[in-house]
């Protein structure tokens, strides 16, 4: 076995003298990041078998000072005095320890190795550069906010500082409700990100603010941080009391209970201020964000306006509108509610009129009203109990020859018959049968003629 390795290590010698590279003898990071006041192990390893190779290196630091570690061979290694008890080196292992980190290990170093392979006249020289950083864990951060005057929004400007009282080599990275802030022409980052200016602030940059440190070994988060800016107004609306937004005009009904409420957005809160307006001036009619109209006394449109008044930041807007009060039975309180519930009614009233005629139809074909009414005009009640006639139901018992008889000297009877028979002209319309002629007649005058 032992002649195998050594095989190998000389075929690899061989395979680096001819290309010229050591990359393939040892391998080791060019980084390490450690602690302080924790060991440190700086690991080399080989791609050969070491025994029957003989080793001569050195370690050195190179920055920030210039200083010689340890020189090891496969025997043993010479520490630097000074550093002896923080040092550990076990030849033929070349991997360098350190027992506990302070600040002063870091920088950077290099290790060079030389190794004589088996059968070679010429040693193989092996160099490699790391470096060492030391870190020290993050303590909490906090976070600063300049003091001055209330935030007024495109006036004034802020600056957040992220402080670290213990801790190496922090990042620093700023958030926003939880989100990261990228810079911009507002947000502006300075001394390695540890500041934060907003210049100039907006209503928008309202929110909480947080600081984020890490280092190599350690993270920590501050306490969120509440920014406010003073705003507005912004968005002014007028809304009635039933939730509708008020536009140019508004109709109300006489009499109607109308409130009016002016919206804005804006910190601190308006002082809302309600005018109306005449062609002589204008006069201010209460102050606050609510507004009762008495539409009672109003006889003709008129003019108002909510005027929104910022304290902070002295800024303001207003929103004018119309106020028309209806009169009259056909009142309505929108132009566009009328024309939705026209069509409506129109309907309802045109099918109660279909509905009334057909009725009038059916009843004029059913009950024949023109012969009735002719009947309860010409003929007699009769006397006789039970009888009921209303025109050809019972005619069996008129069946017989009938004639005409005229009697001299009684007037009475003739000129009931004329009048019968007059009667009778009127009726032929109604398309009359000689039997209800003869029923027009009175009955008793002509029954003591006929005897």
Same mark, same amino acid.
């Given at each position: 076995?032992?002649?195998?390795?050594?095989?190998?290590?000389?075929?690899?010698?061989?395979?680096?003298?001819?290309?010229?590279?050591?990359?393939e003898l040892?391998?080791?990071?060019?980084?390490?990041?450690?602690?302080k006041?924790?060991?440190l192990?700086?690991?080399?390893?080989?791609d050969?078998?070491?025994?029957?190779?003989?080793?001569?290196?050195?370690?050195?630091?190179t920055?920030?000072?210039?200083?010689?570690?340890?020189t090891?061979?496969?025997?043993?290694?010479i520490?630097?005095?000074?550093?002896k008890?923080?040092?550990?080196?076990?030849p033929?292992?070349?991997?360098l320890?350190?027992k506990?980190?302070d600040?002063?290990a870091e920088?950077?170093?290099?290790?060079?190795?030389?190794?004589?392979?088996?059968?070679q006249?010429?040693?193989?020289?092996v160099t490699?550069?790391?470096?060492?950083?030391v870190?020290?864990?993050?303590?909490?951060?906090?976070?600063e &906010?300049?003091m001055?005057?209330?935030? *007024?929004?495109?006036?004034?400007? =802020?600056t957040?500082? /992220?402080?670290? +009282? $213990?801790?190496t080599?922090?990042?620093?990275?700023?958030?926003k409700?939880?989100?990261?802030?990228?810079?911009s022409?507002?947000h502006?980052?300075?001394?390695?990100?540890?500041?934060?200016?907003i210049s100039?602030?907006k209503?928008?940059?309202?929110?909480w603010?947080?600081?984020m440190?890490?280092?190599?070994?350690s993270q920590?988060?501050?306490?969120?941080?509440?920014?406010?800016?003073?705003?507005g107004?912004?968005?002014?609306?007028?809304?009635?009391?039933?939730?509708? &937004?008020i536009?140019?005009?508004?109709? *109300?009904?006489?009499?109607?209970? =109308?409130?009016?409420d /002016?919206?804005? +957005? $804006?910190?601190?809160?308006?002082?809302?201020?309600?005018?109306?307006?005449?062609?002589?001036?204008?006069e201010?009619?209460m102050?606050g964000?609510r507004?009762?109209v008495?539409?009672?006394k109003?006889?003709?449109?008129?003019?108002?306006?909510?005027?929104?008044f910022?304290?902070?930041?002295q800024?303001?807007?207003?929103?004018h509108?119309?106020?028309?009060?209806?009169?009259g039975?056909?009142?309505?309180?929108?132009?566009?509610?009328?024309?939705?519930?026209?069509?409506?009614?129109?309907?309802?009233?045109?099918?109660?009129?279909?509905?009334?005629?057909?009725?009038?139809?059916?009843?004029?074909?059913?009950?024949?009203?023109k012969?009735?009414?002719?009947?309860?005009?010409?003929?007699p009640?009769?006397?006789?109990k039970?009888l009921?006639?209303?025109?050809?139901?019972?005619?069996?018992?008129?069946?017989?020859?009938?004639e005409?008889?005229s009697i001299?000297?009684?007037?009475?009877?003739?000129?009931?018959s004329?009048?019968?028979?007059?009667r009778?002209?009127?009726a032929?319309?109604?398309?009359?049968?000689?039997?209800?002629v003869?029923?027009?007649?009175?009955?008793t005058?002509?029954?003591?003629?006929?005897?």
């Open positions: 076995m032992e002649i195998v390795r050594a095989a190998v290590s000389m075929l690899m010698c061989s395979m680096v003298l001819v290309s010229g590279t050591d990359t040892i391998r080791v990071k060019s980084i390490f990041h450690g602690t006041g924790q060991p192990h700086l690991l080399v390893e080989t050969f078998g070491v025994n029957g190779v003989q080793i001569q290196g050195t370690w050195f630091q920055s920030p000072r210039h200083a010689h570690l340890v090891f061979n496969n025997n043993g290694s520490m630097n005095l000074l550093l008890d923080t040092l550990v080196l076990s033929p292992n070349i991997s320890s350190f506990c980190l600040e002063a920088g950077d170093y290099q290790l060079n190795v030389n190794f004589y392979f088996p059968g006249d010429k040693p193989v020289t490699k550069t790391i470096s060492i950083t870190n020290v864990p993050l303590s909490t951060p906090t976070v &906010k300049s001055g005057p209330p935030l *007024v929004e495109d006036r004034d400007n =802020v957040l500082t /992220c402080t670290v +009282e $213990s801790g080599k922090a990042k620093y990275q700023w958030l409700n939880g989100q990261p802030i990228s810079p022409e507002r502006v980052f300075l001394d390695n990100r540890s500041v934060l200016l100039p602030v209503k928008e940059d309202m929110g603010y947080t600081c440190v890490e280092n190599p070994i920590s988060n501050s306490t969120a941080v509440d920014l406010s800016v003073f705003y107004p912004y968005n002014l609306e007028v809304n009635s009391n039933q939730g509708q &937004k536009g140019e005009v508004f109709t *109300v009904n006489q009499g109607e209970l =109308v409130f009016f /002016c919206l804005a +957005e $804006s910190n601190p809160p308006n002082t809302c201020v309600w005018i109306s307006r005449t062609n002589n001036g204008t201010v009619l102050t964000p507004f009762h008495p539409s009672h109003m006889a003709q449109p008129t003019k108002f306006l909510c005027r929104a910022n304290n902070v930041t800024k303001q807007d207003e929103m509108f119309t106020l028309v009060v209806a009169v039975a056909g009142r309505e309180k929108h132009i566009q509610r009328e024309s939705a519930v026209s069509p409506l009614v129109v309907i309802t009233i045109s099918s109660l009129v279909i509905i009334v005629c057909m009725l009038f139809v059916f009843f004029r074909r059913t009950c024949h009203p012969r009735v009414l002719m009947k309860i005009y010409s003929r009640i009769p006397e006789e039970g009921h006639r209303s025109g050809h139901e019972d005619a069996t018992e008129d069946f017989g020859i009938y005409f008889v001299p000297g009684r007037m009475e009877s003739a000129q009931a004329s009048r019968s028979l007059a009778l002209d009127s032929r319309d109604l398309h009359t049968t000689i039997y209800d003869i029923r027009h007649v009175p009955e005058p002509t029954l003591s003629l006929l005897k």
